[in-house]
């Protein structure tokens, strides 16, 4: 069965004290013998110092975005050598604010993807319509020709150790979730794209639900069958609401 997995995406939030206290008390109420799995991505100067707040919590670590090249001169990027370097063994790739603000691709975020693997990675991969796109009845489109970019690059065999996080942009910071039977229905598609390639690692593949996770609406999301647990922005800043997300992915 599938270990759910409760990962906290910072982006660019927090200086050193904030993180501190947040990673002391996540320690805290952390019961490592429970049947869920928790990541922390913070950003990337603050790798090193989580990485040595975390030491011993079995808390993973990783790495919100990386380069699609190996270490060079590539000014501003981090490679994922570098990632694993720090302590990460999550990285994610193709986030929707790395898509629409920093202009990434299907392709580049695949070349991500494969970096990623290649260097002893997990890789999360993020994929996720536009309200307009849901709009007009795209969502399965958008979230196949996405998924199906680093598929075709990698081959199925490939996504055994992946994660994907299906994160409808629309729900991303808004607090606008995707209802229960929405976002299952977009996982269970996503599931049934991968069981076209091999239904073995379409069983095993865990596919998380981002977009405004709350305490309130964490329960409902994680009783669907293929939602495997969650991306989670806003409400991973805190402690007593990271947790108790955290939580309600194994009552
Ligand atoms: P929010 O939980 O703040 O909506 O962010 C979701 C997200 O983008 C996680 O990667």
Sequence with gaps: MRVPLIAGNWKMNGRREDIRALVAGIRERFNAGARVELLVLPSFPYLDFVASTLEGSGIDLGGQDLSERDD???TGDVSAGMLLDCG?????AGHSE???????DDQTVAAKF???????LKPVLCVGELLEERDQGRTEEVVRRQLGAVVDRVGIAALADAVV????????????TASPEQAQSV?????????DESATI?????????GSVKPDNAVDLFACDDIDGG???GASLQVDSFMAIAEAACP
């Design 72 to 74: 060079g001169a590539f």
């Design 88 to 92: 990460c063994r999550y990285v994610l």
């Design 98 to 104: 790395r898509r629409t603000l920093h202009g990434e």
């Design 114 to 120: 494969e970096t990623a693997l290649r260097a002893g």
């Design 165 to 176: 996080a299906y994160e409808p942009v629309w729900a991303i910071g808004t607090g606008r």
């Design 187 to 195: 996982h269970a598609f996503i599931r049934s794209q991968l069981a």
């Design 202 to 210: 379409a069983g095993q593949v865990r596919i998380l639900y981002g």
């Design 231 to 233: 991306l989670i922005g």
